[in-house]
């Protein structure tokens, strides 16, 4: 499995971007794949991630704010990011959960005030 993950850079307080996560070679599954960030500084956080049927768990932080879908036929997920504030700079990973576990490279996402 190879993930490459887009659509990061610098965007202002209250703007908003999307995230791109595609996937290529033996994916088990889009739906087992999930989006993590690291914050300077920090621990890499689960922010998202599917639950088949059910609506998919959010980080506090990000509730109402960010949405998770997925283009299965693209084998690809997306991260739609609004309201983005200093708190959501952090290097941003999709992450394929199938029989082991695949990280993409990361993209960094820089929210100035």
């Known amino acids: 499995v190879q993930l490459q993950a887009s659509g990061g850079g610098l965007v202002q307080t209250g703007g908003s971007l999307r995230l791109s996560c595609a996937a290529s070679?033996?994916?088990?599954?889009?739906?087992?794949m999930r989006w993590y960030r690291q914050a300077p500084g920090k621990q890499r956080e689960l922010v998202t991630r599917?639950?088949?049927?059910?609506?998919?768990d959010y980080v506090d932080s990000v509730k109402g704010r960010f949405t998770i879908s997925r283009d299965s036929a693209k084998n690809t997920v997306y991260l739609q990011m609004n309201n983005l504030t200093s708190e959501d700079t952090a290097v941003y990973y999709c992450a394929h959960f199938g029989t082991s576990v695949t990280w993409g490279r990361g993209t960094l996402v820089t929210v100035s005030s």
């Open positions: 599917f639950r088949g049927s059910r609506t998919p």
């Open positions: 070679g033996h994916i088990f599954s889009v739906d087992v």
